[in-house]
């Protein structure tokens, strides 16, 4: 069956939005309330920063010898030498040595900004002077383990040099003793001059290097205490709200986009027909309440009598192009006009004098029999269970002063009512259904409320479909998918007009419904009492039924009593 792919797709977020505000509303508060909590429940934290300005290697004619100059490569690498484990065992001893450096780590953030040769060590505590305290600690023990380590490397270089400075040393005081002897030889004096400014060159060197490792000592030319901080940066159950209401507002929006495209309603009957792709066959018109003249009487309306027998027409059309005349009404839900409809739809058959019978197959709800007062008499599940022939159970009801409808009840409610639709007696009930009237309305539950109405179908030869406006789309998605496991060929639908908008689309049905909750919808069907079904005339006082039994009627009977 075609479908409109507007009805997939359904309204835009914006309108959906604006359709369900309520819903976007409701989980906003409820995300921001519960983020405000939970962020309530977060220990205090507090922060605190100290910043090192490091010298420029590029400077520095010891460091100019080593391989790193600049500080794009230089400030990642001492990065990591904050964090490594000798300067965080420092820290941990200029702290009083009861934090390892692994618990030290977990409190830090280090950041390196090597554009401007900055590193920022952040620190976390419970306390704003223990944050303080911790990223000063860091930081102090990074520059002196740096500091060390160059004095160090300077030591040892000026060491190398002095080893080679007395090697020159010894050379030259060779070289002077051979010029003593030999004044003129000119290949000792080149020698002697190259010796001395090799010790020259090495002695400057040293002084260099002393120089540089003075100047920069730690390798941090500029040193920013961090402060203790008066506000905690956890927990903030404001800015947590906030967030978690921003998220709220997404997730409701989602929400109710959803909702909207579930819930998109029927404007018009081309809406219908494009999902079920069938047509419709009347649109019931609205209609006053009124009372009826006498008891029992359906209410007459000339407009409605007349949109009826349109709907009539267009089934009894629709069955005789498949050579049939059983029909099934069904309706999505509960409480859409179905059983009104199945009972205007015979009225208006029998008005016009057409041999119809009318039976209530709604094994949960029992909406006909009800209707007509005929619990007590056997009907279609006692004929079902084997306790009764068709024929008695068909009874005659005046439902205006010249019109009476034949009627098969639903008969003695039982526990096993489903497993008697699939038996063999009740198929062949339906069969004989055949014989008694020319055209045969069934009355049975809403379609996506039990299982029981696509039993049925397949004992009829077609269905109709009590659609009122408003219904939402999705819900004629499933009636659509649904029928799709029918034998029985929906013919159209009826659409009625005179509805209140949908609202509530609950498929518990029969046994969950409360009998006491207000009817919504349109009840045209208003009574004082019970109609009376006929008794018939040729029974005698020796042919009646024992009081255990419930009496039948035959359709030929006199007019029901008032």
Partial sequence: MPTDERWREGPGLLASVRRHPLTVLAVTLVLAAAGYVLAQ?????????????????RTQTTVQQSRVLD????????????????????????????????RLRAQLRVQGEPEVNLITVTASASTAEGAADLANAVARAYMQVTEEQTVAKAQEAIAELEQAARQIRSEIEILQNELALEPDDALAVSR??????????????????????????????????????ANPVAPKPMRTALIAAL?????????????????????????????????????????????????????????????????????????????????LITSPAPRDGKTQTTLRLALAAASGGRDILLVDADLRAHGLTRLLGAQDLPGLMDVAAGVTTLKDCV????????????????????????QLLRSTTFADAMDELRDLASAVVVDSAPILAVADTT????????????????????VLQEVRDRLAFVTRPLLGFIYITATPQAEIYRYAYGYGVNPTTRRRGWAFWRRRRSPVPERSAARTASDRRPPDRPRSSSPSGPASRS
């Fill in 41 to 57: 429940l977060e220990p205090t934290t507090y922060e605190a920063s100290a910043r090192m300005f490091l010298t420029d290697l």
């Fill in 71 to 102: 500080p794009e490569r230089n400030v990642p690498q001492q990065t990591e030498r904050v964090q490594s484990r000798t300067a965080l065992s420092r820290a941990s001893e200029l702290l009083g040595g009861d934090r390892p450096p692994s």
């Fill in 192 to 229: 002697l001059e190259v010796r001395i400014a090799q010790l020259t060159d090495n002695e400057s060197r040293q002084q260099q290097i002393g120089l540089d490792a003075i100047v920069m000592g730690s390798g941090v030319e500029l040193f920013e205490e961090a402060e203790p901080q």
């Fill in 247 to 327: 998220l709220g507002f997404i997730f409701g929006a989602a929400i109710a986009y959803w909702r909207a495209g579930r819930s998109q309603e029927l404007r018009s009957h081309e809406d219908a027909e494009r999902i079920l792709g069938v047509p419709m066959l009347a649109e019931i018109p609205i209609f006053d309440h009124r009372t009826p003249q006498e008891p029992g009487e359906i209410v007459s309306d000339t407009k409605l009598d007349e949109a009826y027998g349109f709907a009539l027409a267009s089934i009894e059309f629709a069955l005789r192009a498949r050579g049939g005349g059983r029909v």
């Fill in 395 to 418: 009874h005659s009801y005046r439902v205006r002063p010249d019109v009476r409808l034949r009627v098969v009840g639903i008969g003695t409610p039982r526990t096993e009512a489903t």
């Fill in 455 to 474: 039993v049925l179908a397949g004992h009829v030869d077609g269905i109709v479909l009590v659609l009122p406006q408003h219904t939402p789309a999705g």
